[in-house]
């Protein structure tokens, strides 16, 4: 890294050091972990816009299926809810009878996707592919949808899914990388040859689907009801399970600290530890593949796709590839955020937050620089949530000359929206500034 880089990261660092003092240490750690993971999302968008010019709004979905990853990896087991009898035509479990419904649902999929390969053009092959699509639907849904009734009738209050694998969460970590890939890629298949803002809006509004199954489907994850108690991934403790641990009473004792603080910092001294360790892998590899000639090839296409195309690079494949592979990243940070929170709240994936916060993070940062990335994930990271956290504070102190009343309880009350309108003029002014972002691609 350059001077200039250094110089950005020492006041970023500074910011945290200063939200310490100022604020609190816990407060202070709890915005670096967001930062961190906020920082490997921003990677994953940089692979896609800075490596290939892919202009994807289809962010919030890869975060959510890295979530709902650790559902199925670390929930629970509910045996009972995936061995209920329903009504359906099979003498199977709901579980299976699901599972078998989904298959039938892709295998119309393919079907009609090979008969419209293999016909020639015409009008048999539109009714042909159109009957193989009604046939698989109506079959689809008459296994799949007695089995959803059977699980979701099991105790609904507490239950009312299928349960996980009961795994340490951080087996998910992978795994919702993978899952977000596998939608890419279909989602690729279906959108890349589209033009840049048709591209934004297609990937916009499949990220909208997922999510909307995923608070609907209460079989999957129980919905808007929240899927809590999922394990924090290994070597990560609940701060309850620290308080009850012989050992660590014996060290606060020793020390003169209170458990429930030590306990708090000590969880998120480890958070920050494992998150810096993966953001630190993963820009490793990606300053590797930049500097490689895959790299290269693929800022040639992203500067001109025309010639690179000439020069006989498979731009679709290798924009393909490129989707995939930042989906996959941006996966693993949404299965991350999932596990260090311990529940999966699908009402806290919106477009404002896994979307346009993280596309922001970029164009502060630098779009095709990792490094930039980083520093800008670290930086908007702060500057949201530090509004959130220091706004009323800041409120209380500019309203101190007004009598107690409505108008201040208001100023109070909506100071922590103001980061709406924070970031907006820090966004305006970098984009006045520095067009390039703070560490501009060299």
């Not at 690729?188 to 499949?206: F, M, N, S, V």
């Not at 394990?231 to 060290?251: C, G, H």
């Not at 989707?323 to 477009?351: D, H, K, R, T």
């Not at 000359?401 to 003029?425: C, E, F, N, W, Y």
Request: contains cysteine.
């Amino acid at each position: 890294m350059n001077k200039r880089a250094l110089y950005l990261f020492g006041g970023v660092a500074l910011l945290y050091i200063l939200t310490g003092f100022w604020l609190s240490w816990n407060v202070s750690m709890t915005i670096l972990i967001m930062g961190l993971l906020s920082a490997i999302m921003a990677l994953g968008v940089n692979m896609q816009w800075g490596f290939a010019g892919l202009f994807s709004t289809g962010i919030v979905g890869s975060v959510a299926l890295g979530g709902l990853s650790v559902v199925f990896i670390s929930g629970a087991p509910v045996p009972e809810a995936f061995g209920a009898q329903g009504d359906g035509i099979f003498f199977v479990s709901a579980g299976w009878q699901l599972i078998l419904g989904l298959l039938v649902g892709v295998a119309g999929i393919a079907a009609s996707v090979v008969v419209w390969r293999r016909m020639p053009r015409g009008r048999a092959r539109g009714f042909i592919v159109a009957a193989v699509m009604v046939i698989s639907f109506f079959l689809y849904r008459g296994i799949f949808d007695p089995a959803v009734t059977a699980i979701e009738n099991y105790n609904a209050a507490t239950f009312g899914n299928i349960g996980g694998f009961g795994l340490n969460s951080l087996w998910a970590w992978p795994v919702g990388a993978l899952a977000a890939a596998a939608a890419a890629w279909a989602i690729g298949k279906i959108a890349l040859g589209l033009r840049e803002d048709y591209l934004a809006i297609a990937t916009l509004g499949i990220a909208e689907i997922i999510v909307t199954a995923i608070k609907s489907e209460d079989w999957m994850a129980r919905g808007v009801k929240n899927f809590i108690n999922l394990p924090r991934p290994w070597p990560v403790p609940y701060e309850v399970e620290l308080q009850k641990a012989q050992w660590f009473l014996d060290f606060c004792a020793e020390w003169g600290l209170s458990p429930i603080t030590a306990s708090t910092i000590w969880v998120k001294v480890i958070l920050i530890v494992v998150f810096s360790i993966v953001l630190a892998v993963l820009i490793w590899l990606l300053q590797r593949a930049i500097h490689s000639p895959w790299g290269r090839m693929m800022h040639a296409i992203r500067d001109n796709e025309i010639a690179a195309a000439a020069m006989g690079k498979d731009v679709t494949r290798q924009h393909l590839i490129v989707f995939v592979l930042g989906s996959a990243v941006i996966g693993l940070s949404g299965a991350m955020y999932v596990s260090m929170l311990g529940q999966l709240v699908p009402g806290e994936f919106n477009p404002l937050r896994f979307t346009f916060l993280i596309w922001i993070m970029v164009i502060v940062g630098g779009s095709g620089n990792n490094w930039g990335s980083v520093l800008g994930g670290l930086l908007v990271g702060w500057l949201w949530l530090i509004v959130d956290n220091a706004g009323p504070l800041v409120a209380q102190a500019l309203t101190a000359g007004l009598s107690d009343g409505p108008l201040k309880s208001h100023l109070i009350d909506v100071a922590p929206q103001m980061r709406l309108l924070t970031l907006g003029v820090a966004l305006l002014l970098v984009l006045r500034f520095a067009p390039k972002g703070l560490l501009p691609e060299k």
